[in-house]
């Protein structure tokens, strides 16, 4: 059973540029999520999908733009790249609704894409 | 105040000690709390879940939750170098599965041999 995938693996970008994450979601899983985990930092919440829709924001700026697949696999877009924007983005897919076994419960994280901006 | 704080360590046990790894937090409104495991260069683990109050076991592990002092733990028995990772506190509020999680900033575990 394949867990989530995200690609790259790794990226290097110059500042100004834009660049495209991509996810697709454990077999069974229909909600995206999206993590930036800075250097010895938890991850932060960047935004979720489901139904292919914005459900939930965190303090981001508008250059972090998102789209889900009907096949609810997903991209995180990130416009005009900072220097402060190099991380490890971690995507993250769920259950909207499931019974609450530790399988299904929470989320299953991806290895996800470490974003180096120069 | 971050609404969830965590020592960031680095802790350094030897194989064989109980590990205690502890958060705190301020908001309320949280209902789940979870631990996750990371390795170097993969993405968090989880290993704990908690609804609400309460301990909550699984082989080696034990979780507790005080909410009335806004305290979580992990404890790890009989340690073992496999175990050295960065362990993170996360939490969220209603909605469970379908809600944001808050972490903490992940205890950097190192088990020696």
């Known amino acids: 059973d394949a867990g989530v995938t995200q690609s790259p693996t790794h990226l290097i970008k110059t500042r100004g540029q834009q660049v495209t994450l991509r996810c697709s979601p454990k077999?069974?899983?229909?909600?995206v999520s999206w993590y930036q985990q800075a250097l010895g930092q938890g991850p932060q919440f960047i935004f979720q999908?489901?139904?292919?829709?914005?459900?939930q924001r965190g303090n981001f700026p508008d250059r972090f733009s998102g789209h889900q697949f009907p096949n609810y696999s997903s991209e995180l877009n990130v416009n005009a790249l900072l220097l402060g924007d190099s991380a490890l983005y971690l995507c993250?897919?769920?259950?909207?609704?499931?019974?609450?076994?530790?399988?299904?419960?929470?989320?299953?994280f991806g290895s996800g894409t470490r974003l180096t901006v120069v | 105040q971050k609404e969830v704080e965590q020592d960031p360590g680095p802790l350094s046990v030897p194989e064989g000690a109980i590990v205690s790894l502890n958060c705190t937090y301020s908001?309320?409104?949280?209902?789940?709390f979870m631990w996750y495991r990371q390795y170097s260069r993969k993405g968090p683990e989880l290993l704990m879940y908690?609804?609400?109050?309460g301990n909550k076991e699984d082989g080696r592990f034990t979780a507790q939750v005080d909410k009335s002092s806004k305290y979580i733990s992990l404890f790890i028995r009989d340690s073992q170098p496999s175990d050295s990772a960065t362990y993170l506190c996360?939490?969220?509020?209603?909605?469970?599965?379908?809600?944001?999680?808050?972490f903490g900033t992940g205890t950097l575990l190192a088990v020696q041999p």
């Open positions: 996360a939490m969220s509020g209603y909605g469970g599965a379908t809600n944001k999680l808050i």
């Open positions: 077999s069974g899983h229909d909600t």
């Open positions: 908001n309320s409104a949280f209902q789940y």
């Open positions: 999908y489901y139904e292919e829709e914005e459900r």
């Open positions: 993250a897919s769920s259950l909207a609704q499931g019974a609450r076994s530790r399988e299904s419960y929470g989320y299953t």
């Open positions: 908690t609804y609400s109050s």
